[in-house]
Each structure stands twice: as structure tokens, then as C-alpha cells.
């Protein structure tokens, strides 16, 4: 397996283009997800506080940010994806909360002083793509973060998409066979062939997740799964009841952050108060 690679991701997403904004609505990514990402949003961050939004991709969570009434610098590897960010918040009326964008990786924010931002945020993949670096990334999240701050990110799960695709599995299996699957089962590393030509990435355990929180200067303060309903169910969503939709997520983000279910979604979510200034 290739390590990590800025250039690799920074190509992929400048041609995956705004497939990363409408993957919410073709399907490809649930709306619950997104909504339980958003809720953390709004539980955590105030109006006001100066915000990082990492791997911030087209802008689904700078625009909560900016609507909260956070102070958002916007960062992603990809030109392409800061370029859209724009076109998007612009186009929602919030383009004056953004104070900067830049071109930076979640490895590397030392533009940016220790202690810059009441918040630090990284949602979706840019921890996951870091592979065995993961540990630096989510350090470097802390770094920039002030005492007192949170940082809320979340990483692709190992246990999720055994328990939500086990026909995807079987064929995956038939096509490049047990040892391959092996592999990501118990290494974590998800490689192209079998995500269907996406970057490779790690998928986490909670456990794994938890032993790298406690090298970190940090309390915990919320944990959940993105998402427990299975992606085949995504399609039921657009023709549900308005007040049903709210039930449903309200259920599910209830229901998420139980110990229990923390492994069983699409992603793993972590909201941590950074407690000193130490990295």
C-alpha cells in the first residue's frame, strides 16, 4: 500500500468536482448524515467564535458554520473544491463570515499560530486519507485549537459498512478474494480496488480512535455514528413526511451516541474541549 499523498488527494477531488456537494442528494452519501454532523455543529460551536473548517470540500458545513455565526477560515488541498466553497456561500448569503481560504492539508497547518481558533472542525475524510499519519492530523487539529476549544471531526468506520453492505462485501470478496478483505478487516486500510476507485483510506475502530484521544491534551465531550440506517434506504428519504424526516433524525441522533452504536455507522464522530496549551 502507497502512503498518504497531498498531490493524490488534492487530484482527485479537483476532478471529483461537485460530485462532493451533490453526493447528498444522489444517494451516494445520507441525508441523516449529514444531519447528524450538522447537529454537533450546532451544539458546539458559537456565534462569533473564530472557526477552522478542514477538508471543508464545496462548503455543506462552513455554510452551518457561517450561519451559526462563526468566524470561518476555510482550508482544503484542492483548488478546485476552495473555488466552490466560494460559488456556494456566496450563492447562500454567508460569503461575509469566511475570513480566508487557503490551500493547506490537515498535516501541515503551521501558517496558522498554536492556539488560532475556538474551533477546529474536519469533517468526513481528510483524517481517513492520512492513513497511519491520523495520530499527527488529529494532533495538528489540537494545536491550532485555543484552551477551552473544541475540535469536532469525524473519520470513516470499519464496523458500519461491514454491518450496512453485506451483499457489496460478498461480491468484493468473490472479485479479489478473502486475504484482500482480511486485510481491511483487521489493518483498517480500505484500498481503491475495493471502494470502486476512491482514495485509499483507513477505517476506524472506535477503540483506535479512543487510544489516540488519550495522547491528546482533551476531554471528551460527545461521541456518536454518522448514521445507523442502511445506505440501501437512503432513496426512502425524499418521499417522507416533513414531520416524519424530523422524528427520524431526532431518533437517530439520540440513539447514535450510545457506546454501543458508536461503531455502527458510516463514520465515527468525535467532539473534544481541548484542556491546555501542551501539543
Known amino acids: 500500500m502507497s502512503g498518504y499523498s497531498r498531490e493524490r488527494a488534492a487530484t482527485f477531488y479537483d476532478d471529483y468536482g461537485d460530485r462532493e456537494w451533490t453526493r447528498f442528494e444522489d444517494g451516494r452519501s445520507s441525508p441523516v448524515s449529514f444531519e447528524i454532523h450538522r447537529h454537533y455543529l450546532h451544539r458546539f460551536v458559537r456565534s462569533r467564535d473564530r472557526v477552522i473548517d478542514v477538508g471543508a470540500g464545496p462548503g455543506r458545513f462552513t455554510i452551518e458554520l457561517a450561519r451559526i455565526g462563526a468566524c470561518v477560515t476555510v482550508v482544503d488541498i484542492s483548488p478546485t473544491q476552495l473555488r466552490l466553497n466560494e460559488e456556494r456561500l456566496v450563492a447562500a448569503e454567508v460569503e461575509a463570515q469566511v475570513a480566508e481560504r487557503a490551500l493547506a492539508d490537515v498535516l501541515d497547518l503551521s501558517r496558522w499560530p498554536d492556539g488560532s481558533f475556538d474551533a477546529s472542525v474536519c469533517y ?45 462485501i460478498i461480491d ?3 472479485e479479489y478474494g478473502i486475504a484482500m478483505n482480511d486485510d481491511v478487516v483487521s489493518g483498517g486500510i480500505l484500498p481503491p480496488e475495493l471502494s470502486r476507485g476512491h482514495l485509499t483510506m483507513r477505517l476506524f475502530r472506535w477503540s483506535e480512535l479512543a487510544e489516540i484521544l488519550s495522547s491528546q491534551p482533551c476531554e471528551l465531550l460527545a461521541a456518536s455514528a ?5 445506505g440501501a434506504e437512503h432513496s426512502l428519504w425524499p418521499d417522507l ?12 441522533i439520540e440513539l447514535a451516541a450510545e457506546p454501543g452504536a458508536l461503531n455502527a455507522g458510516s463514520h465515527i464522530i468525535v467532539v473534544a474541549r481541548k484542556t491546555n496549551h501542551s501539543s
Open 172 to 174: 468484493l470478496v468473490r
Open 241 to 252: 413526511d416533513p414531520n416524519l424526516r424530523d422524528a427520524l433524525i431526532r431518533w437517530e
Open 124 to 168: 468526513g475524510g481528510p483524517i481517513s486519507y492520512t492513513l497511519d499519519r491520523a495520530e499527527e492530523a488529529i494532533a495538528e487539529l489540537f494545536r491550532v485549537t485555543s484552551a477551552g476549544g473544541v475540535v469536532l471531526f469525524s473519520v470513516m468506520s470499519r464496523v458500519g459498512p461491514f454491518a450496512h453492505s453485506l451483499p457489496v
Open 226 to 230: 454518522s448514521e445507523l440506517s442502511p
